[in-house]
T-cell receptor, first 117, second 111 residues
Framework: GAGVSQTPSNKVTEKGKYVELRCDPISGHTALYWYRQSLGQGPEFLIYFQGTGAADDSGLPNDRFFAVRPEGSVSTLKIQRTERGDSAVYLC???????????????FGPGTRLTVT | LAKTTQPISMDSYEGQEVNITCSHNNIATNDYITWYQQFPSQGPRFIIQGYKTKVTNEVASLFIPADRKSSTLSLPRVSLSDTAVYYCLGPKRRGGFKTIFGAGTRLFVKA
């Protein structure tokens, strides 16, 4: 079956503009995660969805970042008033479930490379 | 939140066994230990996960001592295609879902 897909693969935008990044998780995966990865660093957690709700958004850096998952499948990460420091690869991952005391395996998409000029 | 500590980089030659150790001193009783692999321009890929002692799959083995404060990922007979970054995941905050990757270990396999 299809894996996690992300669109666009590359996005170049000007400082101050608004961008949306899309993630299509694996069918049937109720858990969805967004990460941000800068060059030479590991992925940095942004937000976690269980179904339609954001169960943990503690990684969102500020209120310019927002994510939705209205029907419990596709998710959109939205960044307002982009800044040059937002330039990074944004990764999405999905899994069957995630419980506090259970194991999990996350399946990652290829990422969207965002460049803010 | 608790962090993990692992070597920044390692070099190896084809055919050798590679062991990457990760320290996770603050691991909680109910935390699993998970390792991911990442190639350039790709998202991370799950390798192996364990809770205690030893776990083996077709890709790697994971050794976890009794105190669970560290773990060792063992890659048998590496090839050039094993050149990648390997991440040991940090423990989750109890009741939370934040996944901590850390900087990872960059493994370079030479011919």
């Amino acid at each position: 079956g299809a894996g996690v897909s992300q669109t666009p693969s590359n996005k170049v935008t000007e400082k101050g503009k608004y961008v949306e990044l899309r993630c299509d998780p694996i069918s049937g995966h109720t858990a969805l995660y967004w990460y941000r990865q800068s060059l030479g660093q590991g992925p940095e957690f942004l937000i976690y969805f269980q179904g339609t709700g954001a169960a943990d958004d503690s990684g969102l850096p500020n209120d310019r970042f927002f994510a939705v998952r209205p029907e419990g499948s596709v998710s959109t990460l939205k960044i307002q008033r982009t800044e040059r420091g937002d330039s990074a690869v944004y990764l999405c991952a999905s899994s069957l479930r995630m419980r506090d005391n259970d194991s999990y395996e996350q399946y990652f998409g290829p990422g969207t490379r965002l460049t803010v000029t | 939140l608790a962090k993990t500590t692992q070597p920044i980089s390692m070099d190896s030659y084809e055919g050798q066994e590679v062991n990457i150790t990760c320290s996770h001193n603050n691991i909680a009783t109910n935390d699993y230990i998970t390792w991911y692999q990442q190639f350039p321009s790709q998202g991370p890929r799950f390798i192996i996960q364990g809770y205690k002692t030893k776990v083996t799959n077709e890709v790697a083995s994971l050794f976890i001592p009794a105190d669970r404060k560290s773990s060792t990922l063992s890659l048998p007979r590496v090839s050039l295609s094993d050149t990648a970054v390997y991440y040991c995941l940090g423990p989750k905050r109890r009741g939370g879902f934040k996944t901590i990757f850390g900087a990872g270990t960059r493994l370079f396999v030479k011919a």
